[in-house]
C-alpha cells in the first residue's frame, strides 16, 4: 500500500525529524535522507529505526530497498508526498530513521588516546559545519569538539555536506572553556586560530605532540575568552582581504596538523 | 520618489539581472547586492551605472546612500519590491549594477607576469566556486581560469561567496584544453589534482617555478582529457572517505603553493 495522505503518522514524524532540531531531539532520532548517504550509514554498521521510500525509489533502488526492508519497519509513500517531506530541492525519495549516536565525554578512553582534535566555537553556517566535519575525517582528526550553538549535525545541510562522516567520526558538543581546561589538564597543547599578524605561522607550530585547533565563528572568530585559555595563537598567512572562510582556514590547519604529526 | 510597482522598467532590469545569466550577458552587467560586498566594489575603484536601494536601506545606510547617489542614477524602491528582487533570504535593500569585467587573454603580460595559476575544470557548485575565488586572492594566486560550465562569476551566490574576490583576481573563462598547452609553452608546469593514491603528495612538488593546479568536478574530478595533458598528477592523501570537498582541496594545494613558493 502506497500512503498518499500528508496526515498519515509516519508522514507526519518524518516532516517534523527532517525539518525541526527540537522534534530530533525529543525523539533523539533523526532522518538520513539521499541514496548514497543511507547506503554510508548502513555500512557504517548502524541500524535504521524505520524508513521512507517514495514509489519511485523502490524502483530506481530495488536493490537497496529490498536490503533495506529486511532491516526494519519500510513505509512506502507517493512521490508527491518524498517531495512534501524533504528538504532537498530533488528529493531521491530515500529516508531513513535513525537513533542519534551516543555523545562521547571529553574524559576517559576517548581523550587519553586522541592526539589531533578540532574545536569548533559558534560556527553558524550548516554548509561549513558539514564540510569541516568531512574534512576532519579525511585528515585523520581524531574528534571534533563543538558549541552546542553550532548548526545541528542531524540536521539535513550537514549530514550532506559531511558525506557520512557524521556517522564515523567522533562529534562532541561541549562548553569550549571547561574542554580546553580539560584537554590541557590532559597533556593537549590548545591552539586558536586568529586574525593577527603577530600570532605564529602555521608552519612555526610543533604538531608532533597532543593536540588541538580551535576555529571560530565566520564573522567574530574565536571568541576573546576562549582564545586567553589557548597555549599558543595561529595566524594563516593572507593577501589583500581580510580573512578566509572557516572551513577552508580549519582544511587549511588540520592539514598542516597532518604534514607536522 | 519611491518606485511601488513590480512593472517598473528599472525594478524588472534588476530582477532579470540579479536571476538571470542570460541577461547578465545581454548586457555585460550584473548586479552586486548587500552593503558590504557594494562597499567592497567601490574600494576597488569600480563605477556603478546604476543603483537601487530600498527605502529601508536609505536609513540604515545613510552615509554610502549619499555616496553612492554623487556617483550614478540612484532609484528608491519599497522594501516589498527589495524583497521581490533580491536573491538572498534577509535582503539589505543595496543593489549597484556594475559592467561586467575585460576579460584577460591567456598570453601576454598576465601569463608572462604570473607565476601561480589556478584552473578549474567544471565545478558545479556556486558555494564552491565562490570560495575558491576567495581562496585564491587569500592565498595569493595571479589568476583563476576556469571552463565556461563553471558557475557563473556574476551570480549573486558566487559574488558573495567570493566576498569581493571577483572584483579584484584575475577570472579567465578559457577551454582547458587549449589553457594547458599555452601555459605549457609559456614555461608553466601543470598539475592535475586526482583521486589516485600513486600519484605525487602535495609536498613532492617543486612549487619554486611557474606552476598551475588543475581541480575538476566535484562528482567526477578533472576530466581525463585535461589531467592527460598536465605535467604531473598530484593526490592529497586522505583517509576512510573518498574525497575532499572541490573548495577544501583547492585550499590545500593553494596553501602548499604558497609555502613552496
Known amino acids: 500500500m502506497i500512503i498518499t495522505s500528508r496526515k498519515n503518522e509516519i508522514v507526519l514524524k518524518y516532516k517534523k525529524l527532517i525539518a525541526d532540531k527540537k522534534e530530533r531531539l525529543r525523539f533523539a532520532a533523526f532522518v538520513c535522507e539521499g541514496f548514497k548517504l543511507s547506503e554510508d550509514a548502513l555500512s557504517c554498521g548502524v541500524m535504521p ?93 581524531d574528534a571534533v569538539i563543538f558549541t552546542p550553538d553550532c548548526p545541528d549535525i542531524y540536521s539535513g545541510k550537514v549530514l550532506r555536506g559531511s558525506m557520512g562522516s557524521v556517522f564515523r567520526l567522533n562529534l562532541i558538543p561541549a562548553d569550549l572553556v571547561s574542554a580546553v581546561k580539560t584537554l590541557k589538564e590532559n597533556g593537549f597543547s590548545v591552539h586558536s586560530c586568529v586574525l593577527d599578524d603577530d600570532a605564529k605561522r602555521p608552519d612555526e607550530i610543533n604538531f608532533n605532540r597532543k593536540s588541538a585547533i580551535i576555529i571560530g565563528n565566520e564573522a ?42
Open 220 to 261: 567574530r572568530g574565536v571568541s576573546p575568552q576562549i582564545t586567553d585559555l589557548a597555549d599558543e595563537k595561529i595566524y594563516i598567512p593572507i593577501e589583500k582581504i581580510q580573512s578566509l572562510n572557516a572551513a577552508v582556514a580549519a582544511a587549511i590547519l588540520m592539514w598542516e596538523f597532518k604534514r607536522g604529526s
Open 49 to 141: 529505526l524505520s524508513a521512507v521510500f517514495t514509489d519511485f525509489a523502490v524502483k530506481k533502488y530495488a536493490d537497496f530497498y529490498k536490503k533495506v526492508a529486511k532491516l526494519c519497519k519500510l513505509t512506502v509513500i507517493s512521490n508527491d508526498l518524498g517531495e512534501y517531506i524533504s528538504d532537498t530541492t530533488t528529493p531521491q525519495g530515500v529516508f531513513l530513521e535513525f537513533h542519534m549516536r551516543e555523545k562521547p565525554e571529553i574524559s576517559g578512553k576517548l581523550i587519553a588516546d586522541a592526539k589531533k582534535l578540532l574545536l569548533l566555537d559558534h560556527i553558524q553556517d550548516s554548509g561549513n559545519m558539514g564540510t569541516i566535519i568531512r574534512t576532519a575525517e579525511a585528515l585523520g582528526m
